[in-house]
């Protein structure tokens, strides 16, 4: 016992068994990020009430992909990321299929976080964007390298914080809105929000990393899934219908910035700051977790692989990758269209292989959950690799 808590011995390291709601503070934390900025966006662009649907659908969607992630962690004895479990119940080509599809989606993932958090900071205190994203990277990577024991108790103060923030500045902007701006519809970018929807609420390596510190129960493993994929979800409705139904079709890529520069004072200040907690909690986030698949799945040295996790999108950035927009929809779109076809075939394999029983965790029907995931995923992949070629 440390503090009165169980410990668990996970990659030599002790660490203390979470509770339930950490659990669903580490999930929630990994998924609001750069997405929920991006969303007000995409959301203008199609009409309130079509993005609206659009996100509770995905949303859905979304939590039947992150409880057939949760099926394969409760079933599997390894502390495994996704390629692991990849290469363990399908074969050495999906692990390798699956690391450059994880790797390069991670990677443009930390790269949304340092062009968003550029220019957010460049619009709270001015200066050059690039100069804020350098900056950015710096203190994000610091925490990247200490690892999820160090910033695990900052990552859940962040997300109270920035879940907060997004329902404080929702309901200001609710009784605001322009009534003009729910009838806006255009179905000529009907399938505009994909990409950008399905980023905002990708959460598959965080339902991993949550399971490595709630090992002890499958049924509180399970509601800390349900509940930490619900709560972004309906904080991106409430968040999307607010800043559009105020500020329509000129709402910006970024919202917040938008946002600040009409309202200024307050609004600045607190909308900017909550992007930059935001974009902040889920580049440690994601950061550990692409460090940790270095060194967990491929047994590179922790430096190796912090290394590579956090230079690989800063070379993206210098080389000139900083259309906001643009990178969210193209990993939302590809990368996590392919990886969530992959997951569906892995845990259709950790059913009959696992090294556990998973009955506990409670997810008795694969094929009704999976069905929709190929639909959705498959339809997404081929969407935004249309709009790349034409």
């Not at 692990?95 to 619009?123: D, M, N, P």
């Not at 950015?136 to 914080?161: A, C, N, P």
Request: proline fraction near 4%; hydrophobic fraction near 55%; charged fraction near 10%.
């Amino acid at each position: 016992m440390i503090q009165d808590r169980p410990v668990v011995m996970h990659k030599g390291v002790y660490k203390k068994i979470a509770t339930v709601p950490e659990a669903v503070f580490m999930i929630t934390g990994m998924t609001i990020g750069a997405g929920v900025l991006g969303l007000p966006f995409v959301v203008a662009q199609v009409g309130i009430k079509i993005g609206l649907v659009y996100i509770f659908v995905l949303g859905i969607v979304m939590l039947f992909l992150n409880l057939m992630m949760g099926d394969i962690a409760v079933r599997t004895k390894e502390p495994l990321q996704l390629p692991g479990f990849a290469g363990k119940y399908i074969g050495k080509w999906a692990k390798y299929l699956l690391s450059i599809t994880i790797i390069s989606s991670s990677i443009g993932v930390l790269l949304a976080y340092i062009v968003g958090e550029g220019e957010t900071l460049a619009a709270l205190f001015g200066g050059d964007p690039t100069y804020w994203s350098v900056g950015f990277w710096v203190l994000g990577g610091l925490f990247v390298l200490f690892g999820l024991q160090t910033v695990k108790g900052v990552e859940k103060v962040l997300s109270i914080l920035v879940m907060t923030i997004i329902a404080g500045l929702s309901f200001y902007f609710l009784p605001q809105m322009d009534v003009a701006n729910w009838s806006l519809a255009d179905f000529s970018n009907i399938f505009l929000p994909y990409g950008v929807i399905l980023f905002a609420l990708h959460a598959t390596p965080a339902v991993v990393e949550a399971h490595t510190l709630l090992p002890g129960s499958q049924v509180h493993f399970r509601r800390a899934v349900i509940w930490g994929t619900l709560i972004p979800m309906v904080l991106y409705m409430l968040f999307a219908a607010a800043v559009v139904g105020v500020g329509g079709r000129s709402t910006t890529p970024v919202a917040t910035i938008g946002l600040g520069a009409f309202y200024g004072g307050w609004v600045m200040i607190v909308g900017n700051l909550f992007a930059v907690l935001a974009m902040g909690t889920a580049f440690m986030g994601m950061g550990i977790a692409l460090k940790q698949m270095f060194t967990w799945d491929w047994k590179l040295k922790n430096w190796m692989g912090g290394a590579l996790a956090l230079l690989a999108p800063l070379v993206l950035f210098v080389l000139g990758m900083k259309n906001f927009v643009v990178i969210l929809d193209i990993v939302g779109g590809v990368f996590i269209g392919i990886e969530a076809i992959m997951i569906v075939a892995i845990c259709s394999a950790a059913r009959h292989r696992g090294d556990v029983d998973g009955s506990r965790f409670g997810m008795k029907y694969f094929w009704p959950i999976a069905v929709p995931v190929l639909i959705v995923f498959s339809l997404a992949s081929l969407i935004s690799v249309g709009k790349l070629l034409y």
